[in-house]
């Protein structure tokens, strides 16, 4: 199989030709059909991630079928439609696992980092790590959701905000494009941030109710006139734009 792989930290990819791995008895193989980049891969190429084993194939934004199961592995089937993200598997016996706080797991496994990611034909992930992917989904759309998706997925259901509340969404980048769709599929006044104003179009047809450009105008005087924002969700990595979203917050925001 192809395989792009980071041979040492500092180093340019190589594409090289590699066996199609076998996967250990709690693993599954997955021919992927789609891997997403994420800002994070460079944490292989730079080598500022701690415990990366080197030579290492980056990619955990993982689509693809399952191709072979393990021999302890009967969750999952050939043919399914699958998908990996950053969260590479638990080892269910330490304490946060035994209370079901999986992703704080004490031994987690990262998928790209600690074992080969998705910059390959294939790959093999821990059973747990694996998500379904529903056969309507192209797996080109559905490998960004299991990084970047997720991300911005959990921090909006598990704030306190309901339908009709007001929620500010800073940036509409990568994380920022699709905060703005699962904000208006949530039923949110939603208000896009961004300091470049040829992203309003984009932003009002993935659902924005309003559209602040940062660069001409104050978002906190505008999310005041509109009432306060309950959640301001952050995916513009700008410290300035961070240090005051307190001030662009209504009531218990």
């Known amino acids: 199989?192809?395989?792009?792989?980071?041979?040492?930290?500092?180093?340019?990819?190589?594409?090289?030709?590699?066996d199609v791995p076998e996967p250990d008895p709690?693993?599954?193989?997955?021919?992927?059909?789609?891997?997403?980049?994420?800002?994070?891969?460079?944490?292989?190429?730079e080598g500022g991630y701690p415990g990366v084993d080197y030579p290492r194939v980056p990619g955990h934004e993982v689509a693809g079928r399952v191709d072979a199961v393990g021999a302890d592995v009967d969750a999952w089937e050939p043919g399914e439609r699958v998908g990996a993200g950053w969260h590479g598997g638990h080892?269910?016996?330490?304490?946060?696992?035994?209370?079901?706080?999986?992703?704080?797991?004490?031994?987690?496994?990262?998928?790209?980092?600690?074992?080969?990611?998705?910059?390959?034909?294939?790959a093999t992930v821990p059973a747990e790590a694996l998500a379904a992917i529903p056969d309507g989904l192209d797996a080109v759309d559905a490998a960004p959701l299991l990084c970047a998706g997720i991300t911005t997925?959990?921090?909006?259901?598990?704030?306190?905000?309901?339908?009709?509340?007001?929620?500010?969404?800073?940036?509409?980048?990568?994380?920022?494009?699709?905060?703005?769709?699962?904000?208006?599929?949530a039923g949110y006044e939603t208000v896009a941030i961004s300091r470049t104003p040829e992203k309003e179009p984009l932003a009002r047809d993935l659902g924005a109710d309003h559209?602040?450009?940062a660069a001409e105008s104050?978002?906190?005087?505008?999310?005041s006139e509109?009432?306060?924002?309950?959640?301001?969700?952050?995916?513009?990595?700008?410290?300035?734009?961070?240090?005051?979203?307190?001030?662009?917050?209504?009531?218990?925001?």
């Open 1 to 18: 199989m192809r395989a792009a792989v980071v041979p040492e930290p500092g180093a340019e990819f190589e594409l090289v030709e590699r």
């Open 26 to 45: 709690d693993e599954v193989r997955v021919a992927v059909e789609a891997c997403g980049i994420c800002r994070s891969d460079e944490f292989v190429v």
């Open 91 to 122: 080892c269910f016996t330490c304490e946060p696992c035994r209370r079901g706080q999986f992703l704080q797991c004490e031994n987690a496994e990262i998928t790209g980092l600690t074992f080969d990611g998705g910059y390959a034909e294939y």
């Open 153 to 185: 997925y959990n921090a909006l259901r598990n704030s306190d905000a309901r339908a009709g509340d007001l929620v500010a969404v800073v940036g509409v980048g990568g994380l920022g494009h699709l905060a703005v769709q699962y904000a208006h599929a």
């Open 211 to 213: 559209f602040v450009n």
């Open 218 to 223: 104050d978002p906190a005087a505008r999310l």
């Open 226 to 253: 509109l009432g306060g924002a309950s959640v301001v969700l952050t995916t513009a990595p700008a410290s300035d734009a961070i240090e005051s979203v307190v001030g662009w917050l209504g009531i218990d925001g």
